[in-house]
């Protein structure tokens, strides 16, 4: 019986937290709901602006997919809702297929929430949450820090009042900017700008500080009194009252067959940035967070979410560190975040009447400032030139060709680097430090000791097909370099775990060419499986079970004991004959 009720609690992680919650549990999240709500309410309606739709289709975004990650997500502070990475792939991907802002570009970026939905749902089913792997930290780190160049241009033409046709080329945009700047309407840019200076200070003042709602009620009622809207400040006008209603995404397979590039991508890099933050948070608050078990919770909030006009969500970086620090402790506070949300949609969005888009503008500019991560460059240009080299491409890809093909340039990279690592794996040859039992690289140590008649070499991999060739020509020139002095080579296997057959197969052409040179051959710290392996394939009967060793010391001491001998005996020319005959 516990077994089941365990067995279901992993599925819906909520109802343990209902076992322990308690008053003071409950104050906390109740200030982290209303905090995040309230932040959640200008920036919800500023990223469904960058992602091509209507202000009222991020509130929607912001109750249902909440509710549904409340449910069935293990991260205890996660802010889910509409991100901005997730708004430009958005309005990137269908912005192909349709006219930005129609009603067939609405459908289809709901249609997208179902696709990505249920990718991340069967993803969590399947235990596939190793598949993000391949988008590795510094690709990741370059696409975002891209989008956030694009998205900060993008918002150019609402900050400034300007008519920009809408392009991907960031250097399109500016081109734009330049010819019309002319034209820019004053009263709009001093709205406009003056929103991003506010939040920039209002942040450093005080980071949980609400400084996104406070420019939108300023903005909103200093348009409202003024009449800006007249004076040419474009203004987002009625926004639709009522919760949203229930509607069936539909499933044309041709559009559906149209969506599917940008619902992998974003599938992908959504839950890249949800997992990545979440786990950031567990690790400071000192519990745990189940992979398989955030793609289930994230595939639900977004396959819910769907059904009712909601375009793809996931956790936000800002929303979560803001639910932290305002002290929530579960998911009680998403669910009060949600439910303040479906209030302002119930009873207060006629009061977003006048507010300016280019305050929307100024939010979302300063929400994606923090995306570009000068910090990762510098650290891997003092730490790995090679992830810095991705990292670069990666960017440059995203920023001049183009959304997906920089994240598709990014992941083939990492593909790539993930193919070349495992063909050249690290290898050495080591030698003894001092009188002790302890066996070190030779490169690292200069101090280790190297007799001239044993040479002892460490590959540190599995032995397969794709690495056999370098595992036998870095082990050829070790043993052509030592000449005719050298008598034994020690294989130290210790850190190889597996050996497939040609894997195999190179061992037993290795054990011949020595025998052939007359040259002994060790295996030492060979561990079970594959010493089972090699039994099984006839390698320890071909060697000797004599000739297997715990570690490199007790080789090399039986060497010197008795292996010796024992090789002058094999490799004499009388015995050399009988064995031929």
Known sequence: MNSIINHIKSYFPILDTFRNYNKEDFRGDLNAGVTVAIMLVPQGMAYAVLAGLPPVYGLYASIVPVLLYAIFGTSRHMGVGPVAIVSLLVIAGVGELAEVGSDRFIHLAIMTALGVGVVQFLMGIFRMGFLVNFLSHPVLSGFTSAAAIIIGVSQLGNLLGLELARSKQVHEIFIGVFQNIGEIEIYTALIGIGSVAAIMLLK????????????????????????????????????????????????????????????LVIALVSYMESIAVAKAVANKRGYKIDANQELVALGSANIGGSLFQSFPTTGGFSRTAVNDQSGAKSTIASIITAGLIAVTVLFLTPLFYYLPNAVLAAIIMVAVAGLFDSKEMSFLWQTDRKDLAMLIITFASTLFLGIEEGIAIGVIMSLVMVIYTSTKPHYAEVGRLGSTSNFRNIKRYPEAKVEEEILIYRFDSNLYFANVEHFRETLDQKINDRGVSLELVILDASSINDVDSTGI????????????????????????????????????????EENFFFDVADAVAYYKEKGADEARKEFSPCQTNLNES
Request: glycine share 8%.
């Open 204 to 263: 450093k003042w005080k980071k949980t500080f609400p400084s996104a709602l406070l420019v939108v009620v300023v903005g909103t009622v200093v348009t409202a009194i003024f009449n800006l809207h007249t004076f040419g400040v474009s203004i987002v006008g009625e926004v639709p009252q009522g919760l949203p209603s229930f509607q069936n995404p539909g499933l044309d397979f041709d559009d559906i067959q149209a969506i599917l590039p940008i619902v």
């Open 505 to 544: 197969h190179t061992l037993q052409e290795l054990i011949k060419d020595l025998r052939l040179k007359r040259i002994t051959f060790y295996m030492a710290g060979v561990i079970g499986p594959v010493r089972d392996r090699l039994k099984a394939c006839g390698i320890t009967d071909t060697m000797g």
